[in-house]
């Protein structure tokens, strides 16, 4: 390939062609999708990376837009020998308005600059989610990331104010002026944010920030039945007020991240489920939580464990966040991230270990996730990665059930052979043509939500 000229586009250190320095783009977090690529392509500024979109739709060049590269679906994975457009070095944070409650920044600040920008002024960002010092922001736009205070704050779709992007023939599209009201005709925010760079290569965003909590608590509850640890799950569902997450992990998990980061678990007592309660208010949280809908529990468990400073909080979301990394240690999981509709998450969890047993019973199953969204993490250790006849069985099973087979991480190169599942042949008709529009000459991120 003839990259002499994106040399010119993007200078020296814009373009890394020496393949040793590759692996970071060019392997997913999972290690389950990798790739080659002739380049790394680093644009520094939107009209670089306009013009390295209007260089590939010329010479019919694909490419592979990626943020922090912390997918899990090989949604940003140079597969076909791809270029990588990385938005790595797009990371200023241009305005944080202490009058409005809005950031805009580059694609490439991460999650945490976002945080981190917003708190220094007494906001807060309503994204959270454990890759947040490595995911970008732009990824996070890319896959409509959800993350742990989906409950309180929405999707990202719900925080993006304004987007700018540049669309498949290299023009840049949007606006970030950030008007509370603007019904001028279709929403691309909404449409590009979740488009997995297959329309458009997001490089800049306004985002919405909201009031931090007064007072912020965490509460681990253990339960010896699963069924009763997500009954309270609806219970905290219907009332809302203050509670801002509430994950779920069985005991399976808890033990593989206590041995493999020697921690000790917060009982003694082998227990079945585990609900980790987040909630963020103004003052007097504990006394308003002692009389809700967990009352009971709190009351009468044994299982019950607080944090009520940054430090103890932190202590009992270890046992939560850290289940990626301890399975990824034992293994490279079959990921499958679904959601199911509310009054179906019991029947799930209790029906899919027999679902995967039916195909392959020598598998290893840990459920966690996002218990207040419906959105259960399901990893398979086991099976060859190719081998996919358990993913297929488990995504089956969320369809029948209602639920969607791709919750929060996106559809990437996992699962665009099943996204008939969820969507009947004329969406996807449909989505096929918005693609066209958008990317006439199929060069951006192809693979990706549609099969090649
Ligand atoms: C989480 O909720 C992430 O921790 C990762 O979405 C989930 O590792 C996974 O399957
Ligand atoms: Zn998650």
Redesign the pocket.
Known sequence: MELESLRTILGVKGIVTDPSLHSAYTVDWTRRYSGVTPAVLLPETTEQVSRVVTWCYENSVALVPQGGNTGMVGGATPVNGELVLSLKRMTEIEEVDDSTGQIVAQAGATLGDIQQAASLLGWKYGVD??ARDSASIGGTIATNA???QVLRHGNTREQILGLEAVSGTGDVIGDLRGLSKDNTGYHLPGLLCGSEGTLAVVTRSRLRLVRPPEEELSILLGFKSLNEALGIVEEIRKSLEDVQACEVFFQNGLNLVCEKFGIPPPWDTQLVAYLLIDAGGQLGLEERISKGPLSNSLNASNFVAYGNDSQSRKRLWQYRDLHTEAISAAGIPHKL?VSLPHGKLNEFCNGVREVISEIDNETQLFLF??AGDG?I?VNILGPDPDNLAVDIAVLKYVASLGGSIS???GVGRAKAHHLYLNRTATELDIFRKIKAVFDPAGILNPGAIFPR
């Open positions: 989610l454990s959800g993350g742990s991230d996730g996002h959105n993490h919750a929060e991480h």
